[in-house]
């Protein structure tokens, strides 16, 4: 039986971890100053937390959270 690499990693909650410690060193170290002012211009961290969150699940072979609300992913 093949192990999907979400399952390796530990799951979801896993996931959330991960997510969520990338942003915090977004918001709380200067080398984040960048990528925090880009998000500040967009929808904001609280939605970039969540969407990346539901990229990332479906990417490590888990629910496809994203594509159910935002269909395929193109690259134009």
Same mark, same amino acid.
């Given at each position: 039986m093949i192990q999907l690499i979400i399952d390796? &990693?530990?799951?979801?909650g896993t996931v959330?971890?991960?997510?969520? @410690?990338?942003?915090d060193i977004i918001e709380k170290r200067p080398e984040g100053s960048h990528i925090l002012s880009l998000?500040?211009?967009g929808h904001g &961290?609280?939605?970039a937390r969540l969407e990346q969150f539901n990229v990332? @699940?479906?990417?490590?072979g888990g629910r496809?959270?994203?594509y159910k609300?935002?269909?395929h992913m193109t690259s134009s």
């Open positions: 390796q &990693l530990g799951g979801e959330h971890k991960l997510v969520n @410690c990338f942003y998000h500040q211009d &961290l609280r939605h990332m @699940c479906g990417f490590l496809n959270y994203y609300k935002h269909g």
